[in-house]
């Protein structure tokens, strides 16, 4: 296993290119069970969730070719093979295995998911879903037992906003019998994506991307190509680190429109930003200073909750008190004491982190606990005088597709290096 190090304090510079949406890429990639020909997905990112999908299409009798970033799936001879265990765990998106295999067969049996620890992350509105639909559902062991005779559309309204929920309750409705209405449904872009995959194929669905979805079903679903949107995440992390560690990072392949709420947050706080066509600039902050603000998460368009952790590190910079409040996941603050280690005056009050600043970041030894926990890192260690070690690389690389290489792109002095023999025994210990 590996370790990042971070020597901090170069500024950045240049272009970085961003990769297809890794929550798209996770969705998209389990609907291809549900045509009965070969579906081509370009522009997926290189990161290991794609590669355990990969495997798990294999699993069930999927032909999966494979090359850069371009995936073919030949569905034709795929099996409900039940899936209990193994990589299913390894990710929080394996969810979208029981919509797609419960579309197309009637039935599945699926390992509970895993993914980021962000607190408690019920999945009782997909199951709401699915039953609506018509389907048995029971959860035997650690496993989610799907089974049905038909599935006959249904109106469902969801209790809460649920990026999950609403495309696996879409992966199931398109192959039903009849018309489904999905009411309070989520908005954001990869909904819309995953939504423009399933009408190439064939399906018919309207109002992806408003908060009611209507699907009528069809018998079957047919091959398609389709190209996936780009990683509004990975595009706001970058821009997030061009204000934090930046003298002008222009990211390129962005939707600017998928990141208002960051934008316009940044340039409340006094970040030179400019934005043009699909490219997004953020100038030289050398001699600025950054205003304090607040943030709140909300569903799109608000504040994406999976920015909030990296917003954080840029905000140890800011002059004043910050309030970072996150109303999605209430406990998405394991990278605060990790910025703490760093010298950063934070502190946790429920739901928010009160950020005092600005403080010169300090180079220590940091875990990632998370995904996006491990970006506000990498983003505080480039900010930091000294050098920084991040453990829990692997968490980072389920997320962002070659962040070494592209860092180092941008003037960054960044590296990996194999864990020590302690520093294995604690990851195993903890
Ligand atoms: N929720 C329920 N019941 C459900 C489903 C969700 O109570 O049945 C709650 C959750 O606990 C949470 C809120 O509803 O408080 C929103 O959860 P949502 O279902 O929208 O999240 P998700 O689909 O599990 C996706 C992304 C997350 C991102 C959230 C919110 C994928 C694979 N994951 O998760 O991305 O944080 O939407 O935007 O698409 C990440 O990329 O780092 C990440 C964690």
Same mark, same amino acid.
Request: hydrophobic share 40%; glycine share 12%.
């Given at each position: 296993?590996?370790k ?14 961003i990769?297809?949406?890794?929550n ?6 389990p609907?291809?069970?549900l045509?009965e ?9 290189d ?5 355990i #999908?990969k495997g798990?299409l294999?699993e ?5 070719h ?5 995936m073919t799936?030949?569905p ?6 039940? #899936?209990?265990?193994?990589k299913?765990?390894?990710l929080?998106?394996?969810y ?8 197309r ?7 509970l ?25 029971t &959860?035997?062991?650690?496993?989610i ?6 599935l ?10 649920? =990026?999950?929920a ?7 409705a398109?192959?039903a019998?009849?018309?489904t209405?999905?009411?309070n449904?989520a ?5 819309i ?5 399933l ?6 669905i309207k109002?992806?991307g408003?908060?009611?979805?209507r699907i009528?079903?069809v018998? &079957?679903l047919h091959?398609?190509?389709h190209?996936?949107?780009p990683?509004?995440i990975?595009?706001?992390t970058?821009i997030i680190l ?9 990211i390129?392949?962005?939707i600017?429109q998928? #990141? ?11 970040? &030179?930003i ?5 490219q997004?600039? =953020?100038g030289?902050?050398?001699g600025r ?5 607040d943030?709140?998460?909300l569903v799109?368009? $608000? ?7 990296p ?15 996150d109303?999605?996941? $209430?406990?998405r603050?394991?990278?605060i004491?990790?910025?703490?280690r ?6 946790v ?21 998370? #995904?996006r ?6 983003i505080a ?5 000294? =050098?920084?070690e991040?453990?829990g ?9 070659h962040?070494?290489?592209?860092l &180092? ?8 290096e ?8 604690q990851?195993k210990?903890a």
């Open positions: 296993m590996e990042l190090m971070i020597a901090g304090g170069y500024p950045l510079k240049g272009t970085v290119r990769s297809g949406a890794k798209s890429a996770v969705a998209l990639i609907a291809t069970i045509a020909s070969p579906v081509t997905i370009e522009g997926l990112p990161i290991s969730d794609v590669q #999908l798990l294999e069930v009798g999927g032909k999966v494979f090359d850069q970033n371009d799936v030949d034709s001879s795929m099996i409900s093979m039940p #899936l209990p265990n193994g299913v765990k390894m929080r998106a394996s979208y295995l029981m919509g797609a295999m419960l579309g067969f009637k039935k599945a049996v699926i390992g998911p895993g993914g980021c620890h962000l607190g408690p992350r019920p999945i009782d509105q997909h199951i709401k879903g699915f039953e609506a639909l018509g389907a048995s559902v &959860n035997e062991q650690g496993a037992y799907l089974r049905a005779d038909e006959r559309g249904a109106r469902i309204y969801l209790d809460v906003v649920s =990026v999950g609403t495309i696996n309750i879409m992966l199931a398109v192959r019998k009849g018309r209405i999905i009411e449904a908005k954001e872009p990869e909904i994506d995953v939504a423009t995959l009408s190439n194929m064939g399906a018919k109002g992806a408003t908060d009611v979805i009528d079903g018998e &079957n091959g398609c190509r190209t996936i949107i990683d509004r990975e595009a706001g970058y061009g204000a934090a560690a930046g003298q002008g990072v222009l390129d392949n962005v600017p998928h #990141l208002e709420s960051l934008i316009a947050k940044l340039r409340e706080m006094g970040v &030179n400019e934005i043009n066509d699909d997004v600039f =953020v030289s902050q050398e200073k950054l205003k304090a603000v943030i709140k998460t799109y368009p $608000g504040f994406p909750t999976d920015l909030q952790q917003f954080t590190s840029l905000l140890t910079k800011s002059e004043g008190t910050s309030i970072v409040t109303t999605i996941y $209430g406990a603050f394991k990278h004491d990790e910025l703490r760093m010298s950063a005056d934070i502190k009050e429920g739901r928010s982190a009160v950020i005092h600043g600005p403080v010169q970041l300090q180079g220590a030894k940091v875990k990632a606990s998370d #995904l926990a491990g970006a506000a890192l990498v260690g480039l900010m930091a005088e000294g =050098v920084t991040v453990t690389l692997e968490h980072i690389e389920r997320g962002y597709s962040i070494v290489e592209k &180092n792109g941008l003037g960054a002095t960044i590296w990996r194999s864990l020590t023999t302690e520093e294995m025994d990851m210990n």
